[in-house]
């Protein structure tokens, strides 16, 4: 059984793309996804590029899921730093993910959670435990060799959070540790379909007034960053 690296950019792509023994194109009915089978840190990997966005990233992680049934699903790539301790280049690791900007509180939901849907979704405590964060506290930072790896919250949204909403967000949600725009909706299939996931993000800009800059200057070696950390635990994986 295969393992589902999915990214939304080919800069995040890149790495994974490198650092592969073999690798062949699949055929994807979706427009302006891309997908290719390969080899690498001596695993089975389907690589899929997704394009941005929760709508992008749940259509092609459907697709991958019901095309290939992995044993795992991985969400890589870049994301901003939302805990207080988040310097770029961390990697965050997410306990569990939850839509950053829904917002039904109106109705006795509560900040993040999606009518029917749960306020959390949990990732998988065998990919947890293959990362060496299984039972960690959500907030806590690790240092090794001079690198962070953040666990916590992820948050996924379809706005980028940036001095403008960042107070608020952190408000809101004060054990998140990054935001992106792909995660939840990933987990979201994950747990419908009953795979394993968890999302493994590189910290790429602290979501400040220079986060477009910080980005710019960054996603490469932050996608690294996340490449590195997820191929250093996919053979890890024991799932039945």
Known sequence: MTVVIQVAMPAEAAPFIAAADSSEPVVCPLAGVDARRMRVAGQDVVLVTSGIGLVAAASAASWAVLTFAPRAVVSAGTAGGLAPASRVGDV?????????????????????????????????????????????????????????????????????????????????????????????????????????????????????PEAGVDHHLSVDATSQRSADAVLAFIGKIEVN
């Open 92 to 208: 965050a690791v997410g306990l569990d993910y939850s839509y950053g900007t829904a917002d039904a509180t109106e109705f006795d939901y509560e900040r993040g959670q999606v009518p029917g849907q749960p306020v959390r979704f949990p990732a998988s405590d065998v990919l947890l435990d293959a990362l060496g964060a299984l039972g960690r506290e959500p907030g806590s930072r690790e240092e090794s060799d001079g690198n962070g790896t953040l666990y916590g919250r992820i948050l996924s949204g379809d706005t980028f959070v940036t001095a403008r909403n960042v107070a608020d967000t952190r408000e809101a949600f004060a054990d998140a540790v990054a935001t992106d725009m792909e995660s939840c909706a990933i987990a979201q299939v994950c747990q419908a379909s009953a795979v394993p996931f968890v999302s493994v993000r590189g910290v790429s800009d602290l979501c400040g």
